[in-house]
T-cell receptor
Framework: NAGVTQTPKFQVLKTGQSMTLQCAQD?????MSWYRQDPGMGLRLIHY???????DQGEVPNGYNVSRSTTEDFPLRLLSAAPSQTSVYFC??????????????FGPGTRLTVT | TQLLEQSPQFLSIQEGENLTVYCNSS?????LQWYRQEPGEGPVLLVT?????EVKKLKRLTFQFGDARKDSSLHITAAQPGDTGLYLC??????????FGTGTLLAVQP
């Protein structure tokens, strides 16, 4: 199994450009999330989804859009890139049940630089 | 504002020493997870604690969930260089969001 895959691994954008970070999982997990990781800030939740067709905002949703048309895919769209969005982005998936969130399986990350 | 604060932020110790990492919040969590992250990779789950006061052990690592389910600690006994990494706690809030802490970067010198 591939687990959680993310593309691209590295990306450089100019201010104002838009792009989509791709995330896919093959574990049939209901929950999927996008995080950004900045030095000294741990991981901050951008958007998450508890199932196909259902998305919600996390801690830092501004400037990002998501959609969940299938269980497998959860793309993250940057509408108009800004230098403040320079970060490492992680996608994660987990099954649901019981107390809600189970083990998060993370992708390898996308390192994004906005100039 | 971070909802989950970890301390210390950085820790550099010698092999064989003991250490404790703290994860604190004013919010109540239905469960709390601890992850370890190596450079260039995503975090990997170490343990999940669910019940207030719960203690779980994973070899030399001991995890405790506070009685009020607002805080947690990770204690490592006789640290080894292989324990080096970024330790992250993550709590499930009443809104069903999973929020990560600020992280503790541990370096164990041989």
């Amino acid at each position: 199994n591939a687990g959680v895959t993310q593309t691209p691994k590295f990306q450089v954008l100019k201010t104002g450009q838009s792009m989509t970070l791709q995330c896919a999982q093959d574990m049939n997990h209901e929950y999927m999330s996008w995080y950004r990781q900045d030095p000294g800030m741990g991981l901050r939740l951008i958007h998450y989804s508890v199932g196909a067709g259902i998305t919600d905002q996390g801690e830092v949703p501004n400037g990002y859009n998501v959609s969940r048309s299938t269980t497998e895919d959860f793309p993250l769209r940057l509408l108009s890139a800004a230098p403040s969005q320079t970060s490492v982005y992680f996608c994660a998936s987990s099954r649901s049940g019981g107390y809600g969130w189970h083990e998060q399986y993370f992708g390898p990350g996308t390192r994004l630089t906005v100039t | 504002t971070q909802l989950l604060e970890q301390s210390p932020q950085f820790l550099s110790i010698q092999e064989g020493e003991n250490l404790t990492v703290y994860c604190n919040s004013s919010s109540v969590f239905s469960s709390l997870q601890w992850y370890r992250q190596e450079p260039g990779e995503g975090p990997v789950l170490l343990v999940t604690v669910v019940t207030g006061g719960e203690v779980k052990k994973l070899k030399r690592l001991t995890f405790q969930f506070g009685d009020a389910r607002k805080d947690s600690s990770l204690h490592i006994t006789a640290a080894q260089p292989g324990d080096t990494g970024l330790y992250l706690c993550a709590g499930v809030m009443s809104t069903n969001k999973l929020i990560f802490g600020t992280g503790t970067l541990l370096a164990v010198q041989p």
